[in-house]
Every structure is written in C-alpha cells, then in structure tokens.
C-alpha cells in the first residue's frame, strides 16, 4: 500500500520560512517523480515544484522560483520543499505527489500525471 505523508505545515507571517516534507513508503521511490502541488480555497490544484527520480532535474511554477527549493533523499524515502520569503497568496493546502518517470515540463506540471497523493498539509502565510 503506497502512502505518502506529508507535514511541516502550519502558520508563518508573510516573509517567513517553512519546510515541508514528505515521507513516502509502499513505492520504490527513487523511480518516481516527486512534485509538489497546492489549492487554496475555491480554486484548481496547482502545481508548485518538482524533482525527477533520479535527482538531477527540479522544475517550478514561476510563481515560486527563487523563493521555493524542492529537493529529495532517495536513501530516506522523503521529499522536502524549502519554502523562504513566504507571501500571503502562497497559503493553500500543499500536496506531495508521486509520478512514474514523468519527464518534460508539460507532463510534470499535471495533476494527472501523478499517481499517488498525500492527504496535505495546510500552509498559512499571515500579512
């Protein structure tokens, strides 16, 4: 049974940091892509980052480059995203997710083309 995990959530003031990370187990991780997604209320799942499964490409939303950082330990099963100079409108429930080999920008920005989703983590960014 493949889960992921997600945590690291929580409540930071606008110019603050936060690291999510995600614990993956039931997958032979280092075969997959991992990305990270989020939606804020009454809107569309969105994607914010990725890192292909062999750790030498990491992709973003244009939204988050040079604020986020995604990185990945193959030997931990685990997946983080180094979140610094937090805004407002980056508050949405963050999701981890796991795609076999997805390669090419235009696949790993997908929702549909992750398999496996975490249940979430909230992030709260305060002005």
């Known amino acids: 049974q493949v889960q992921l995990v997600e945590s690291g959530g929580g409540l930071v003031q606008a110019g603050g940091s936060l690291r999510l990370s995600c614990l993956a187990s039931?997958?032979?991780?280092?075969?997959?892509?991992m990305g990270w997604f989020r939606q804020a209320p009454g809107k569309e799942r969105m994607f914010v980052a990725a890192i292909s499964w062999s750790n030498d490409s990491t992709y973003y939303a244009d939204s988050v480059k040079g604020r986020f950082t995604i990185s990945r330990d193959n030997a931990k099963n685990t997946v983080y995203l180094q979140m610094n100079s937090l805004k407002p409108e980056d508050t949405a429930v963050y999701y981890c997710?796991?795609?076999?080999?997805?390669?090419?920008?235009?696949?790993?920005?997908?929702?549909?083309?992750?398999?496996?989703w975490g249940q979430g983590t909230q992030v709260t960014v305060s002005s």
């Open positions: 039931g997958l032979t991780f280092s075969t997959y892509t």
């Open positions: 997710a796991a795609g076999p080999r997805v390669r090419g920008f235009s696949a790993i920005v997908r929702v549909t083309s992750y398999k496996y």
